[in-house]
């Protein structure tokens, strides 16, 4: 239907877009492969690859495995990953994100240049994969913080150096950063680095700009989605009607006037296929009430 679209800017990211290229390529040659953790934050994409070949596995699963070729994926991994597959002759296929990596070697060369009385922040989802991968640049060592009302967990008579997160908030890190300046104590160095990437970022204002031409938004996420989290939330404060749904089958239970002008988008975790049968299951309905 004309009133139902797509919107252009929504769908993966480059790094997740090279994650399932590189497993896609090598299903293609050996029909089997590992994957270090769910390659994309998507059930359905997921379910997918898994029919081609593709085996996922956790750490645990990981460290007892020998002799075989695994995949890392977009988010990145700390060091002691790479040694685990050194010690068990593991072959990596390398798919972390450019930026992600960029972000590691920032954090592990503060982290080494940091003496006793500084502390190494990361603004992110405690226990997310990149920041898992983060974290272990430091030997552990970096404070996490979620929200500018975690940030009890520093010591501000100390110095801090705060790295974000690449798929966080850019309207939460600057309020971190604000919370965090009225607090340092005197004479106590405060930097910070704003290193969100910029192609999840733009999501936000392209995102706006796409709740506020249609009178109804269907966000299309998996609920493991930390970037889907934020972006519902944000599209949701700009247009209230906004729903958010998983898959083509959740569409039947929204209750939804789909003679207005409906606008589709997604997560940076979410596969375009996915959005196209949403907007196929909302025009079957559509077509139902007519």
Same mark, same amino acid.
């Given at each position: ?82 040694? @685990?597959?050194? &010690? =068990?002759?593991?072959?990596?296929? !390398?798919? $972390?994100?450019?930026? %992600? *990596?960029?972000? +590691? ?39 996490? @913080?979620?929200? &500018? =009302?975690?940030?009890?967990?520093? !010591?501000? $008579?100390?110095?801090? %150096? *705060?790295?974000? +997160? ?125």
């Amino acid at each position: 239907m004309s009133n139902i679209l797509i919107d252009k800017q929504s769908g993966f990211c480059f790094g997740v877009v090279k994650a399932i290229a590189k497993a896609e390529e090598e299903l293609a040659k050996t029909g089997k492969l590992y994957c270090l953790g769910d390659i994309v934050h998507n059930g359905h994409e997921v379910d997918r690859l898994k029919r081609i070949g593709l085996i996922t596995i956790n750490h645990e699963q990981f460290k007892q495995l020998h002799n075989a070729k695994v995949l890392l994926r977009a988010h990145g991994e700390p060091p002691s990953t790479y040694q @685990i597959a050194k &010690e =068990n002759e593991l072959e990596l296929i !390398d798919a $972390s994100c450019p930026v %992600v *990596l960029r972000l +590691q070697k920032r954090i592990k060369a503060s982290s080494l240049a940091a003496d006793s009385n500084t502390q190494i922040v990361i603004y992110g989802k405690k226990g997310h994969a990149e920041v898992n991968g983060l974290v272990g640049q430091t030997d552990e060592k970096a404070i996490v @913080i979620e929200n &500018e =009302n975690d940030s009890d967990k520093l !010591d501000f $008579s100390k110095h801090i %150096v *705060l790295f974000s +997160q690449t798929t966080k908030s850019l309207e939460g890190f600057n309020r971190l950063v604000e919370n965090i300046a009225s607090k340092v104590e005197k004479n106590v160095r405060f930097k910070y680095f704003d290193t969100i990437c910029r192609q999840v970022a733009n999501r936000i204002p392209n995102i706006t700009v796409f709740a506020r031409q249609n009178d109804i938004i269907i966000f299309v996420s998996g609920k493991k989605s930390s970037n889907g989290k934020v972006l519902f939330e944000h599209c949701k404060s700009v247009n209230p009607q906004t729903y958010f749904v998983s898959s083509a089958d959740e569409v039947a239970t929204l209750d939804i006037d789909l003679t207005k002008k409906t606008g589709i988008c997604g997560a940076t975790s979410t596969p375009r296929w996915v959005m196209e049968e949403v907007e196929k299951a909302l025009s079957q309905m559509a077509e139902k009430k007519v």
